[in-house]
């Protein structure tokens, strides 16, 4: 029982490039989220997702984009990285909504130069 | 709109020492709060998980308890050790399917 797990561990991006963030897991959870950690912010809630096939903007969504077609997944996508998009990143899930304790995954730390 | 407030930002105690981390909200219609610990360059663990109903949960050295009526909520580590050092979290609902999260604590106990 993994968890939940993230991939990349780190990555660095020059301006303008895209990539992708995979979250996975495997505990059938229904709800997924994607944060943003910066140092003095705190955490905050970039997009979540409440089932497959569902998406929801949080606090600071734009620039990011998410799909979850399959329930185990929650991609977040950067279409064109900027320097302000420069933070450690988390996935967590919950079996249901904010009454449901979140498992959180170990965190990418993205560098966009 | 919830906001979630912790103090001290950070805070330094001998081993042994019992300690109070805090941590305020404004919407006290909650119905749970919760209280996570992350180690530097790691992912949030969840410790406990209080339902509105409850007042107090305990797990191990370490109670939480939940006043809603003031929008308080305190985690109470009993015999610090070094390996409770560690940043805290509480995280309040925001409406059903998310949560707030407070900026931490940053605690460091030395030996």
């Known amino acids: 029982n993994a968890g939940v797990t993230q991939t990349p561990k780190f990555r660095v991006l020059k301006t303008g490039q895209s990539m992708t963030l995979l979250c996975a897991q495997d505990?059938?959870?229904?709800?997924m989220y994607w944060y943003r950690q910066d140092p003095g912010m705190g955490l905050r809630l970039i997009h979540y997702?409440?089932?497959?096939?569902?998406?929801a903007k949080g606090e600071v969504p734009d620039g990011y984009n998410v799909s979850r077609l399959k329930k185990q997944n929650f991609l977040l996508g950067l279409e064109s990285a900027a320097p302000s998009q420069t933070s450690v990143y988390f996935c967590?899930?919950?079996?249901?909504?904010?009454?449901?304790?979140?498992?959180f995954g170990p965190g990418t730390r993205l560098l966009v130069l | 709109k919830q906001e979630v407030t912790q103090i001290p930002a950070a805070l330094s105690v001998p081993e042994g020492e019992n300690l109070v981390l805090n941590c305020s909200f404004t919407?006290?219609?909650?119905?749970?709060l919760q209280w996570f610990r992350q180690d530097p360059g790691k992912g949030l663990t969840s410790l406990l998980l209080?339902?509105?109903?409850?007042r107090e949960q305990t797990s191990g050295r370490l109670n939480a308890s939940l006043d809603k009526s003031s929008g308080r909520s305190t985690l109470y580590i009993a015999a610090s050790q070094p390996g409770d050092s560690a940043t805290y979290l509480c995280?309040?609902?925001?409406?059903?399917?998310?949560?707030?999260f407070g900026k931490g604590t940053m605690l460091l106990v030395s030996p």
């Open positions: 967590a899930s919950s079996y249901r909504g904010g009454g449901e304790t979140q498992y």
């Open positions: 505990m059938n959870h229904e709800y």
């Open positions: 997702s409440v089932g497959e096939g569902t998406t």
């Open positions: 919407d006290s219609a909650i119905y749970n």
């Open positions: 209080i339902q509105s109903s409850q």
């Open positions: 995280a309040a609902p925001r409406g059903y399917s998310t949560l707030t």
